[in-house]
């Protein structure tokens, strides 16, 4: 691919959006190539997804506006959709995805971090959704997960003003997770993101869907898509290795300890 880089190691990949010298902006090309790569995604061999940006400089910078200039009013939509629906598969993949945001977040580019499960950030990162200032309304999802990541108090400011904020804000009203300097950035992803491979994959997954279907629905169908998940990793290798070796390491622990003598 021209735009995407895709990288696997010790069961976590690293998708890095590759197009320097345009601050690593979405055109319909880099969607294209975003969407081939997640749809190719071997979740048997990886259990952890990080997305980055080439370069020092930015994450993502938003979407192509060269390419957005002139479209028609069916043209923009149907650019929006496409933009959607690439996000959604992000936001619906069956492992977990860290954004490990290196500078600019900006339009588009706070849109697929927000796709993700969790996001950190470099100290240089920029966060925000320019669009009005643009003409346009964000169209990549960002009128919707900012909403439900921030408050809509505090989204509906950031979009209806298209202020930028730095990185320190974005920690403060929890749109990032952690901040790290430029050099620490992608050993944190990576670390964070073995962290989690090292844990029972079918639990994770099952994990991810439930919070995720969970947010979409009241409390009372919400428990009920847990205990649903709950008891499906049962029976599974992963549950009946981890608690077989739970017990015997619970019983080894019993065995090693000094019953108290009394004098």
């Known amino acids: 691919m021209e735009f995407v880089n895709y990288e696997v190691e010790d069961y976590v990949a690293v998708l890095t959006i590759n ?3 345009a ?4 055109n319909s090309q880099v969607l294209e190539e975003i969407e081939q790569t997640i749809d190719a995604v071997d979740t048997n061999e990886v259990r952890a997804l990080i997305i980055t940006g080439a370069g020092e400089k930015s994450f993502v910078a938003g979407a192509d506006i060269a390419e957005m200039s002139s479209l028609t009013k069916a043209e923009g939509e149907a650019f929006g959709k496409k933009g959607n629906d690439v996000f959604r598969k992000i936001e619906t993949l069956a492992i977990p995805v860290i954004a490990a945001v290196n500078g600019f977040a900006l339009g588009g580019g706070n ?13 240089n990162a920029l966060f925000g959704q320019p669009e009005v200032g643009l003409g346009i309304t964000p169209g990549f999802g960002g009128t919707q997960r900012l909403a439900r990541l921030v408050g809509a108090g505090i989204a509906k400011q950031l979009v209806y003003t298209a202020r ?5 804000e974005a920690y403060r009203i929890g749109l990032v997770n952690a901040v790290y300097t430029q050099e620490e950035l992608m050993p944190a992803a990576k670390k964070l993101a073995a962290t989690i491979a090292k844990n ?6 099952n994990c991810k869907k ?3 279907d969970g947010l979409n629905t009241d409390i009372d169908n919400a428990i009920v898509i847990e205990e649903k998940l709950f008891g499906d990793c049962f029976e599974t290798e992963d549950q009946k290795a981890a608690m077989a070796n739970f017990l015997e390491k619970d ?7 000094v019953p108290f003598q009394n004098k």
């Open 23 to 26: 601050l690593n902006a979405l």
């Open 164 to 168: 930028n904020i730095k990185a320190d």
């Open 200 to 205: 029972a994959p079918i639990a994770v997954r």
């Open 210 to 212: 439930a919070i995720n």
């Open 19 to 21: 197009r320097p010298k």
């Open 251 to 257: 019983k080894e622990k019993k065995l090693k300890v």
């Open 111 to 123: 849109e697929i971090a927000m796709s993700c499960d969790i996001r950190i950030c470099s100290d």
